[in-house]
């Protein structure tokens, strides 16, 4: 068995970004994820890397804008009210397309909000977030080896895409201790000929979002389109823990797919048929399997910890006359295993 | 199987780290283990405490609404989890700070010992009163092997701490033997 260490959810992903050749962090601290700066700060500079802590979340996306457009692999990470702020860069590094990753460790909100775990930035992470008719690549972790691996991955379809990726996580994945198993393997890179590293010995290039000239425009947003086609046929991520007989499928991701876990062993131990789905992606979301499971199985429901945002997108993938129910706790409440169980059943009856 | 525990006492008793050290000794015995701490608010309020699930297959859940056992450093710490611990279970009680008849229930195997005192008279070394707590722990649950968590120490201490070993070692050995003779 390979060596598996202890590690702290944050510090996994701050440690899958340097394994995954991210040399660059900009950021401003805001909890619950201070602990990813925090790391960091210490081991950034130990390899070689660059850490700076900016004077706000817009000098941050903006630093990472310029790193990204030099093609080198760079990083942020904020909370909720700090992504807000971002959405303007972000925007633009979608339109540029230039990849980066950037982290939300959410707070509950709207506004300042509160600190407890919450996934209510779903909506505002998979609709894009900012301006324009563009995605970011959501990926959802739901343990602290997948915080690790998650990061390394949206590196690589960072630079595969030429796209932001956002990792999507919240405190109980950010503070949970886990054991985690490093990994040996080089990650995946790619070429980077676009990037601006001085003109010396070939023709000046440029990154840009601005498009004025008649049609172009329209000609990039097809591209784009394309690209995020292309994304969601190679590269949609998701967990599927089926039972062929099943009479209900619940649907959850992150932290709360945990929860649900616990929820479904204790179903199945009453003898209730059900199957599990865990998107890994959230944008693109994997609405084929929510389609190919819904064949099969008349009822679903979302478990969620907001007031109901994902259950839309699995609303639009199940296959007509499904019922989906949704169970939700916004504002930092978590749902117990029993509450999940008592839904399942009531959905049964 | 699982064993789920929630430790609870004020902030600077160390029960983050008794969690800490009870999950690095069951991972290293090949267990599967969530070690999930509180955070924020009540960080803030002076009180601390964490939840450790230990369980020979993949944990759902890394939070326990109804735990097979509760240590509790401090009165509030007691106060606050004593009801949820499941019928059946344990709780180890720092008597030097907490109120082993407060509990009120007849279902739940109780041991108190004066942990403070243990750790400050007899160790001449008040900041281990955690470990003593966490030896008795361990040895009445047997959540994870006595010996394997005495061999994890010097792993889990960074190379800064490793002269810690010694006296958490005796701690750890000073609450199995309160745990095994009631005194």
């Not at chain 2, 966490?134 to 120490?153: C, H, P, Q, Y």
């Amino acid at each position: 068995m390979e060596e598996r260490i202890m590690l702290k959810g944050s510090v996994a992903l701050a440690e899958g970004a340097l394994t995954a050749g991210c040399r660059y962090y900009f950021g401003y601290p805001i909890t619950p994820q201070n602990d990813i700066p925090e790391y960091l700060s210490l081991h950034m500079p130990e390899r070689g890397g660059v850490f700076i802590q900016a004077e706000s979340e817009v000098a941050s996306i903006n630093m990472l804008l310029g790193a990204a457009a030099a093609g080198a692999r760079a990083m942020t990470s904020s909370s909720g009210p700090g992504i807000s702020l971002m959405q303007e860069g972000l925007s633009y590094m979608a339109g540029s397309e230039l990849p980066c990753v950037v982290v939300n460790i959410t707070r509950s909100g709207p506004g300042l909000g509160g600190i407890s775990p919450t996934q209510g930035d779903y909506k505002q992470a998979t609709c894009g977030g900012g301006h324009g008719d563009y995605y970011l690549i959501v990926l959802a972790p739901s343990s602290v080896q997948e915080m690790y691996d998650l990061t390394i991955r949206g590196f690589e379809l960072a630079d595969k895409y030429r796209n932001p990726v956002m990792i999507l996580g919240d405190a109980i994945l950010g503070q949970m201790k886990e054991p985690v198993t490093l990994r040996d393997a080089k990650p995946v890179t790619y070429d980077k000929p676009w990037a601006l590293t001085g003109p010396k010995g070939r023709k000046p290039q440029l990154v840009k979002s601005l498009y004025l000239k008649d049609g172009e425009m329209e000609v990039h947003n097809w591209k784009l389109a394309e690209k995020y086609r292309r994304l969601a046929e190679e590269d949609t991520m998701v967990e599927v823990d089926e039972d062929a007989d099943a009479d209900i499928a619940v649907v959850a991701y992150g932290s709360c797919a945990r929860i649900v876990i616990s929820a479904v062993e204790m179903a199945r131990e009453e003898g209730i048929r059900v199957s599990r789905i865990r998107p890994i992606t959230l944008y693109p979301f994997p609405s084929g399997e929510i389609r190919r499971v819904s064949e099969k199985v008349g009822r679903f429901l979302t478990v969620e910890m907001n007031t109901g945002q994902m259950v839309r997108d699995v609303r639009l993938s199940v296959a007509p006359g499904c019922d989906v129910r949704l169970l939700a706790r916004p504002g930092g409440a978590i749902p117990t295993p029993q509450q999940i169980l008592a839904e399942i059943r009531k959905a049964l009856e | 199987m699982l064993y789920d525990v929630i430790m609870a006492g004020f902030g600077g008793q160390g029960v983050l780290l008794i969690g800490d050290l009870l999950a690095f000794a069951a991972m290293r015995e090949g267990r599967q283990v969530t070690w999930m701490p509180a955070y924020g608010v009540e960080m803030r309020g002076g009180a601390a405490n964490c939840t450790v699930i230990i369980s020979d297959r993949k944990i759902g859940s890394p939070l326990s609404v109804e735990p097979a056992a509760l240590i509790a450093m401090s009165q509030p710490g007691l106060v606050k989890f004593r009801e949820r611990v499941r019928p059946g279970g344990l709780m180890v009680i720092n008597t030097s700070l907490a109120d082993p008849e407060s509990v009120a229930r007849n279902d739940v195997e109780v041991v108190g010992l004066p942990a403070n005192e243990i750790a400050t008279e007899e160790l001449n070394d008040p900041k281990n009163a955690n470990m003593v707590v966490l030896g008795a722990f361990i040895t009445k649950s047997g959540a994870v092997s006595f010996e394997k968590t005495l061999d994890s120490l010097s792993a889990f201490l960074p190379p800064e701490r490793q002269r810690l070993a010694e006296g958490i070692a005796r701690a750890l050995q000073r609450g199995k033997l309160f745990a095994q003779e009631g005194r």
